[in-house]
């Protein structure tokens, strides 16, 4: 091997401003969660020999809540709050970013903590899971696992353990990748989206874990008004879904996005079939309106409290309500084949669901959807919505027992699998042209407001010919974008009669302000610094705005992520995506696997079992023991 491919990794060891955690503050972060972790496993052995009555008794308080085994009410409660926890602190801290820039560690701002909290709340509550597995199988799940010196695992808590251990892999294996690369400012950076995985996960299966503890002791998980507060599993685990998908674009609801627009529809009508039609198909009628009763209200909260309370830019929402009317409608006569009418509601989530979403565009986002993208959007979106309700009815299906006999359904879930990442492969893909600059004219400087300041600042109109125009031809966006000086500002520049583009208000240009025109036309997208300030904890000169200026426009993360290393080595950067991606494909074909074994626990068909009989089990732990073993 040659010993220079070994340098960079030396260089981890070392660390700058913009370079990794700083080293005190890994530690206090190792030291508490192998502490807790520790202490959590004395707990559970304790709490195997006998003991633990705190554990006990809080166990059986969320049995007595929800009426299921303490084993699946504790760790499915506790997984989907520490979700909800960490989504909260992550939009908390994506706002800090495009708002302030990078911070100092994960200790060294406010918003980090929720989501250290609740990744590593999921975590423990996989742990909880894993150590409240029963002894006996007649007092556990009926397709647990048997482990060995352990019990009968649920199939649910293998998931939710694996899932939150993937995300909670990702705080040590993120200041690696930023000591290795640098600072990559981008929602979805390979670690990144290992935390949006095993958030995903890990609330998802806490929802899993429910349905899983219900359908042991025979209740029914799928009807209106069984569950935590009358609301039933299946719209918890769809709630958490939209979430997922919410979160996934920020990127474009925020107004940042480092990658083609053509993602955004491609998300949003996958990812809006798959919660909705899933809980369409588990609830019956309304179902897909119950996921937007979870999902909508804490949605609003959050950007009340993070965008409110604390000041920080929040992103545009999604409307994933118009898919949830949408859903409903192709309903109304009723659900006889589940996979054909996921077929249909996926599809028309991605062609009226997407016409709905254009429109939203223009009315919320700051990066509205232009014309210019509906040659490739419009069989892109109908293409993604068709394979999220295909994979969603199979969901639904699976886990209540009625997928159809024979390999019919697993071709089918491979096949749109298969679409749903060929999709994602071509909105990959970006060809930038070389050579291309811009001139820059920056004029009618003045004192003037800025987003996050009350003063007046120095700010200016910018007007830019570019050498070759050809690239703004059926543009998706042309516009100004500041940000990290205290807020974010952007402006839609307008072409002029001469050719050259001008913004409509002016532009901040002081203070840490970082400025720069963004032009993405089909696979192409450059961008051109007006200002950037200096970076001494990186060594960035910086680009000084002058009253006319040439530069070349360079790959738009060039600008937006200027804080990766310049001599980091980039062919570890494609296998170790690769990696991350292979990752979550893995994970997600391991929720289908646990969704199918839950789905054979032998008992009731979904439409049984009446209210007087829930709540007689609810108050009869021993009868549920009895069916449970029974089941058996």
Not at 78 to 93: C, H
Not at 153 to 167: C, D, E, I, K, N
Not at 188 to 209: E, Q
Not at 536 to 541: E, K, M, R
Request: aromatic share 8%; hydrophobic share 50%; with cysteine.
């Amino acid at each position: 091997m040659n010993p220079q491919i070994l340098v960079p990794f030396a260089q981890v060891a070392e660390r700058t401003e913009a370079q990794g955690a700083p080293t005190e503050q890994l530690a206090i972060i190792a030291g508490a969660t192998w502490t807790l972790t520790v202490l959590l496993i004395l707990v559970l052995m304790a709490y195997r020999r006998g003991g633990a009555q705190s554990l006990r008794r809080l166990e059986q308080a969320a049995a007595r809540l929800t009426g299921l085994p303490g084993w699946a009410a504790l760790p499915g409660l506790g997984a989907i709050a520490g979700a909800a926890v960490t989504i909260f602190g992550a939009t908390w801290d994506i706002g800090l970013h495009i708002d302030q820039g990078r911070d100092e560690g994960p200790l060294g701002t406010a918003a980090h903590y929720p989501m250290l909290f609740g990744l590593f709340g999921m975590f423990l509550m996989g742990v909880l899971a894993i150590g409240l597995a029963p002894r006996r199988r007649a007092e556990s799940s009926p397709v647990a696992y048997r482990l060995g010196g352990i019990g009968w695992v649920p199939a649910a808590s293998m998931l939710l353990f694996v899932g939150s251990a993937f995300g909670m892999a990702a705080f040590p294996l993120d200041d690696f990748w930023h000591r290795l690369f640098g600072e990559d400012v981008t929602l979805w950076g390979p670690t990144h989206t290992m935390i949006i995985a095993g958030t995903a996960t890990g609330g998802f299966s806490g929802g899993l874990l429910l349905i899983e503890g219900a359908r042991a002791v025979g209740r029914n998980p799928f009807r209106k008004g069984v569950g935590l507060l009358g609301m039933p599993f299946p719209a918890l685990a769809a709630g958490v879904c939209l979430f997922l998908w919410a979160a996934a674009t920020h990127e474009f609801n925020w107004g940042v996005p480092q990658f083609r627009q053509i993602w955004q529809p491609l998300l949003l009508s996958f990812g809006g079939a798959q919660a909705l039609v899933m809980a369409r198909v588990m609830l019956g009628r309304g179902g897909a309106m119950a996921a937007i009763a979870v999902w909508l209200p804490a949605q609003l909260l959050l950007m009340v409290v993070v965008g409110g309370v604390f000041k920080v830019t929040m992103p545009a929402i999604p409307l994933f309500l118009a898919h949830a009317v949408i859903i409903e409608l192709v309903g109304l006569r009723g659900v006889r084949n589940p996979t054909a009418f996921g077929a249909v509601a996926g599809l028309a989530v991605g062609t009226v669901g997407f016409a709905i979403d254009y429109w939203w565009s223009h009315v919320v986002m700051p990066l509205p959807w232009e014309s210019t993208l509906l040659g490739e959007a419009i069989p892109v979106a109908a293409i993604a919505g068709l394979a999220g309700g295909l994979l969603s009815a199979l969901t639904a299906q699976a886990l209540m027992g009625t997928l159809p006999e024979g390999r019919r359904p697993l071709a089918i879930a491979i096949a749109a699998g298969v679409a749903f990442l060929a999709l994602g492969a071509n909105a990959a893909d970006i060809n930038n042209p070389e050579g291309v600059r811009a001139e820059i004219s920056v004029t009618n400087i003045h004192m003037g407001s800025t987003p996050g300041h009350s003063d007046k600042q120095r700010v200016g109109d910018v007007t830019v010919r570019l050498s070759d125009p050809s690239i703004t031809k059926d543009a998706q966006w042309v516009y100004a974008l500041s940000w990290q000086g205290g807020g974010r500002f952007y402006d839609h520049m307008v072409q002029q009669a001469d050719g050259t583009w001008r913004t409509t208000k002016p532009v901040p240009l002081q203070g840490n302000w970082k400025t720069l025109v963004r032009v993405h036309g089909g696979k192409t997208m450059l961008s051109v610094p007006v200002r950037f300030p200096p970076d001494p904890g990186i060594g960035f000169a910086g680009y000084p705005d002058r009253p006319h200026v040439d530069r070349a426009m360079v790959s738009d993360t060039k600008l937006m992520q200027i804080e990766r290393r310049d001599d980091a080595p980039m062919w570890a950067w494609v296998p170790a995506t690769l990696a991350v991606l292979a990752a979550n494909v893995a994970i997600a074909v391991f929720i289908g696997f646990v969704c199918v074994r839950i789905g054979r626990i032998p008992g009731r068909t979904p439409t049984a079992p009446s209210p007087a009989a829930d709540k007689a089990r609810a108050a009869a732990p021993t009868a549920r023991g009895a069916v449970a073993g029974a089941a058996t």
